[in-house]
C-alpha cells in the first residue's frame, strides 16, 4: 500500500522516470519506513525500560559468576541506551559497583550493537531470522569478549578515578502508575527520534543515491561473490566512521541489494557500531 502511495507521488504526479525516480522513490519510501519502525520500536522498548531501572540491573549483576555475569550483561545490553557514548555513564556506574570490568565490557559491547533501534530496523528491512542470527552473534561478541578482557586483569589501567560505593545494593522497585509509564515512554521515544533522524535523512539520501546511481557490479566486484577480504575490507573501513544502526541500517540495504553479502554489509554495519573510532 505505501508503496503503491510512493510510486504513484513520483510517477504520476511528480512525472519523474529513470535514475531520477529511482533515487527520490527510494528516498521517501525509506524515509518513512523507517521513521515508523523506530517510532514504534523504541516506544516499545522504552515502557518495558520502565519496569527496571540502572540500580535494578546493578543489584543483579553485583556477586554473580563472572561468566554468568557476562551473559547477563550482554543481554542488558539489549535494552539498555542506543550509542556507546550513552552506555558509558552506565559503565562507570558498573565500576563503582565492584561488578568485575570484563562484565561492564560485555555491557558495553553488546549495547550499541544489539539495541532497539539496530533490531527494529533489521526485523523491517530483512526480517526476523537475520535479526535472531545478528543478535546471537552480537551477543556472542559481547559475551565472549568480555570474558577475555575480564581475564586479563586490567582493572590496573583504569585512568578515571572511580570510588567503590559503599555497602551492597538493594534492588528498586519502581513504584509507576501505567499512564507515568506511557508518558514516559512517548517522552523517550521523542528525545530519541530528534537525536537521530539527520542521521536517518542522511543514510537514506546515501542509500538512495547508491541505488539510483552506483552500478551492481561495482559493489559485486568489491564485496561480493567469493572475494576473501570483503569482511576484513568492511570492517575496516567501517572503523574510522561515525554512525549509529538508524543511519548505517539504510546503507547496508541498498549495498544487499547492489550485491553485497548480507554476512559483510552486517559486519560494516557492526565496525560502525561497535568499534567506532570517534566514539572511542
Not at 541506551?81 to 565500576?95: K, R
Amino acid at each position: 500500500m505505501w508503496k503503491e502511495s510512493v510510486d504513484y507521488f513520483t510517477v504520476d504526479l511528480l512525472g519523474l522516470t529513470g535514475r531520477v525516480n529511482e533515487t527520490v522513490n527510494f528516498f521517501i519510501y525509506d524515509t518513512v519506513k523507517i521513521l515508523f519502525l523506530l517510532v514504534t520500536i523504541i516506544f516499545v522498548v522504552s515502557y518495558l525500560r520502565t519496569h527496571f531501572n540502572t540500580e535494578y540491573v546493578r543489584a543483579h549483576l553485583q556477586g554473580k559468576s563472572e561468566l554468568y555475569g557476562n551473559v547477563l550483561a550482554a543481554l542488558f545490553g539489549i535494552i539498555t541506551p542506543f550509542c556507546s557514548c550513552s552506555a558509558i555513564p552506565l559503565f562507570l556506574g558498573f565500576i563503582q559497583a565492584r561488578i568485575p570490568l570484563g562484565v561492564t565490557f560485555s555491557f558495553l559491547i553488546s549495547s550499541p550493537m544489539n539495541n532497539e533501534i539496530a533490531i527494529a530496523l533489521l526485523f523491517g528491512l530483512f526480517g526476523w531470522k537475520i535479526t535472531a542470527i545478528y543478535i546471537g552473534f552480537g551477543l556472542l561478541v559481547a559475551i565472549l569478549g568480555g570474558f577475555v578482557i575480564g581475564k586479563m586483569g586490567l582493572e590496573k589501567y583504569i585512568l578515571l578515578e572511580v570510588k567503590p560505593m559503599e555497602g551492597e545494593l538493594e534492588e528498586v522497585k519502581i513504584d509507576l502508575t501505567q499512564k507515568m509509564r506511557l508518558n514516559e515512554s512517548w517522552a523517550y521515544t521523542l528525545d530519541i527520534v530528534k537525536q537521530i533522524w539527520l542521521y536517518v535523512l542522511i543514510g537514506v539520501g546515501v542509500g538512495a543515491f547508491i541505488h539510483g546511481y552506483v552500478p551492481a557490479d561495482f559493489i559485486t566486484k568489491y564485496a561480493g561473490g567469493d572475494n576473501w577480504y570483503g569482511v576484513p575490507l568492511a570492517v575496516v573501513m567501517g572503523i574510522p566512521m561515525y554512525s549509529n544502526a538508524a543511519g548505517v541500517m539504510p546503507l547496508v540495504e541498498v549495498l544487499t541489494q547492489k550485491g553485497m553479502l548480507l554476512g559483510t554489509a552486517l559486519s560494516f554495519m557492526m565496525a560502525i557500531t561497535a568499534l567506532s573510532l570517534p566514539e572511542a
